[in-house]
């Protein structure tokens, strides 16, 4: 059986499902590489150029993991999904960057997807790289249709059962022997985190954020728990038409939460992000407006724990002093 | 309206001379003062502090701007994937913030450009009639042309003048002489007086310079003040100094050639292809290929120039090692915390390193 690599990592938070679906449809298995530690961020961090954000650091030492473990791997340019908004320019380079840090990785599957040609465009994208695994037109045609069906299928999971990412993962990977997460419905302070998946939901990068917050008895809300609609209005509220392809997630997530008057807004980010510079100000300016406290983490690869935990408990007695004093 | 533009290299010089050919009526262009420390920190003080250095540069001239009474601001804005096309509306909100009541007006210079520019052309000229507007334009880009060609000469006559510090001081000259040309014949002949003059400084015949190439974003290029004059510094450490990013090209082919199906940069693209096969936005991917060109041109080595944490150009410097076409690279990333003695040590052990490159293969 042809064996396909995803490193776990980027945008395998938001689109593994439709991926494993796609791919498993073609006859081939899934090999994913572990949650991140220590040695696949040394090996990462170690071929790309210092100035490179985190997460992307760690793309590589997932791939590095993955190597001689698969036969095709799978890293998808990813231009754009339509509105005129972009990814990040290391999401449409990742390929090529793989190719020239990560010499013996297996050879590597790059349809680009760009939404903005068309639908077309991007199936055509995808039927070349269905060759590899079947010449059978309709077969490569069904199991898009069948991803796609099982993209939308987790995304409402989220939204209607109000749980993240990673306990819907979880659920797809209990073969893996996982246990499967309750929704969180704990009656205490509702604190929304806003930011990319990959930082939120890496744990190695976000230091356990969201379990952490759990533990101090915060409801967790985070954008996947909004309906994709309406994360979709309240970004065009707040910011017009997006230039991003995660405007929803931070300007949108951070706006919605806003209005839906949430305790408190954490938001979350890795040094040197393009995007994220830009649009977190907004979300900022907005939460004054509104006078929600506002927390901005930004994180690197020097982020201490103890340092995280100290500004959370000293946010989360802020925002508690703030109940008490307006209640 | 009182329109205030940022600054970029000399590009002010096109919006002055339009100006000056269409005269200021109820519309008047407002220059704000050359990039200085003060415009740095207005607009390291104002923007996020993550942003990038072109962004800050801009919202500081900008600011100065409305110092001067401006009430509509110009600013560039390009469909992309760089950062370019959020500058409009982040520094909108701040310059609202500030108090400042002044509105943006965008130039495309992606999608659209050229109607973009007419359009904008006609808000500056006080809805001038089109022949008016196309001769005026003529006149600034022939300004514009003239400045680019003089500097072709004076970075190669830098590199081997017997007097530091000469071929500079006439290029000073030369920019001040164009900038006061009142007509096309004016622009032309100052041109060519000073490419003339530039060519009499006295020059060591002797010395074969060592030759390097300049790639990178396109604004800390052509923005001496955000890189620090590095051709300048590499001119006084006998460099020769090429670079294919300039105004003129830009308005040349992105305004003109390109609708006509020609691609400047096709040879570039095809060098990057090996390594790079898309536009990752930016410059990044021309970057990638240009490396490629150089090292086969024989070139010394390259400089490569880059705002910190500039996305596209992150790429390329992640790929740029690799490529099997190999000199030297030196990338220099540009914020608020450089200093120029730390740019110019780096410089000096860089071209040491190219000199002894050449001597140890005998050349």
Known sequence: MIRVGIPRALSYYQYFPAWKTFFEALGAEMVVSPPTNKAIFTAGNSRAVAETCLPVKLFFGHAISLVNKCDYMFIPAMRSLGQKAYYCSKFIGLPDMTRALVPECPLILDPEIDLNKGRRNLYHAIYNMGRHFSSDESQIKKAVEQAEKAHLAYQKEMSARKITPIQALDEIHKDEGKSYLEPDISPGLSIAVIGHQYVIYDDYISHRLISRLQAMGVRVLTPEMAEQEALDTAMTRLGGAPHWSFEADIIGAGEYYLKAKTDGIISVAVFGCGPDSMMIDMVRHRASEFRIPFLHLSLDEHTSEGGLVTRLEAFLDMVKRKRRVCA | ?363
């Open chain 2, 1 to 363: 309206m009182r329109i205030g533009i940022p600054h970029c290299g000399h590009a002010y010089i096109i919006a002055e001379a339009l100006v000056q050919k269409l005269g200021n009526g109820e519309n008047e262009l407002i220059v704000p003062p050359p990039t200085s420390h003060r415009t740095l920190d207005l607009g390291v003080k104002y923007s996020p502090v993550e942003a990038c250095l072109p962004f800050k540069l801009t919202l500081g001239n900008l600011i100065e701007a409305c110092e001067l009474g401006a009430d509509t601001l110009i600013h560039a804005r390009g469909t992309g994937v760089c950062r370019l096309g959020y500058y409009v509306k982040e520094q909108e909100q701040i310059i609202r913030d500030l108090g400042y009541d002044a509105h943006f007006l965008t130039l495309d210079v992606s999608q659209n450009r050229f109607r973009s520019i007419i359009r904008l052309m006609k808000d500056l000229t006080n809805d001038a009639p089109l022949p008016r507007i196309i001769s005026a334009f003529r006149f600034a880009m022939g300004k514009l042309f003239a400045l680019d060609n003089i500097e072709k000469v004076v970075h190669k006559v830098r590199a081997v003048e017997l007097e530091k510090g000469r071929a500079n001081q006439v290029y000073r000259e030369a920019v001040k002489a164009i900038g006061e040309a009142r007509t096309v014949g004016e622009v032309k002949s100052a041109a060519k007086e000073y490419i003339k003059r530039l060519n009499q400084v006295s020059q060591d015949p002797t010395v074969d310079p060592v030759k390097v190439g300049i790639v990178g974003e396109v604004y800390v290029v052509l923005d001496p003040f955000a890189n620090m004059d590095i051709e300048m510094e590499l001119g006084k450490l006998g460099v020769e100094v090429e670079r294919t990013l300039s105004l003129s090209r830009w308005v040349k082919y992105r305004l003109f050639l390109n609708y006509l199906g020609v691609n400047e940069w096709k040879e570039v693209h095809e060098a990057a292809m090996p390594y790079l096969k898309r536009n990752v936005g930016g410059d990044g991917w021309e970057s990638v290929g240009e490396k490629v060109v150089y090292a086969r041109n024989g070139y010394d080595g390259l400089v490569h120039l880059a705002p910190f944490t500039c996305m596209p150009e992150i790429v390329a410097q992640n790929i740029m090692p690799s490529t099997k076409e190999d000199i030297p690279v030196l990338t220099v990333l540009y914020d608020e915390q450089m200093a120029r003695p730390g740019m110019i040590t780096r410089l000096e052990a860089f071209v040491d390193l190219l000199r002894f490159r050449r001597k140890r293969r005998g050349t």
